[in-house]
């Protein structure tokens, strides 16, 4: 495969429940963000990591938990989220952390919160 | 802070129309200016970029020039076709580490 993957692709989830987001990049990529695209509101950007390392957190609820283990994934961990969090959940790379640099962006995991 | 300011969709164009998606923003300093596309059930896609004023960014047949003095980022095309049916978004990168993204706008071209 080539370029960035999500998964799952869709998922619905009750308010008490556990989750988790997958991200994989196969660009060779050191930075990778996470967005949260709302129906009639701009993109989000909820975090940003380079070299595996966080560098931005834009005020996102604790409910919300990113990790990335290695330059190539990323995971977005979920609990007890309200029904105002469904949304399309954007992953991106870019080479570096500049944000000059082009993002490519994966196909988004369509979340729904019951 | 950075804003981008689009004009509100949806806009509906029959094939072979010329397109124009305004973009004006705010931002301090020189940012960088974006156009993504989104097309249905995909992630965004970037289409062109500028990085200093009057500098134009072209692809596909998608052209839209950096103005400063308006601080604008026009996207255009001459000749729409079906397939370019998606949702566009103009973006800057300023002072902030971030994208910041305007909200869109919806673009339906019949045949």
């Known amino acids: 495969e080539t370029g960035v993957t999500q998964t799952p692709r869709h998922l619905v989830m009750g308010m008490t429940n556990k989750k988790s987001l997958k991200c994989e990049q196969h660009l060779g990529h050191n930075a990778m963000y996470w967005y949260k695209q709302s129906a009639k509101k701009p993109l989000e950007l909820m975090f940003v990591y380079s070299l595996e390392e966080r560098v931005e957190n834009n005020s996102v609820p604790s409910r919300f938990s990113p990790e990335c283990p290695n330059s190539s994934h990323l995971f977005l961990h979920l609990h007890t989220l309200q029904p105002e969090d469904s949304a399309l959940y954007l992953c991106?790379?870019?080479?570096?952390?500049?944000?000059?640099?082009?993002?490519?962006f994966g196909p988004g995991t369509r979340l729904l919160v019951l | 802070g950075d804003s981008v300011t689009q004009m509100e969709g949806p806009v509906t164009l029959s094939e072979e129309a010329f397109l124009t998606i305004n973009c004006t923003y705010t931002a301090t300093g020189y940012p960088s200016l974006f156009w993504y596309v989104q097309y249905p059930g995909e992630g965004l896609q970037l289409l062109l970029k500028?990085?200093?004023?009057?500098d134009k960014g072209s692809n596909k047949g998608f052209e839209a020039t950096y103005r400063k003095e308006t601080t604008s980022f026009h996207l255009e095309k001459g000749s729409v076709q079906v397939s370019d049916s998606a949702v566009y978004f103009c973006?800057?990168?300023?002072?902030?580490?971030?994208?910041?993204f305007g909200s869109g706008t919806q673009l339906t071209v019949l045949p």
């Open positions: 991106a790379s870019s080479r570096g952390g500049a944000t000059q640099e082009t993002q490519y």
């Open positions: 500028a990085t200093k004023a009057d």
């Open positions: 973006a800057l990168s300023g002072s902030a580490r971030q994208l910041t």
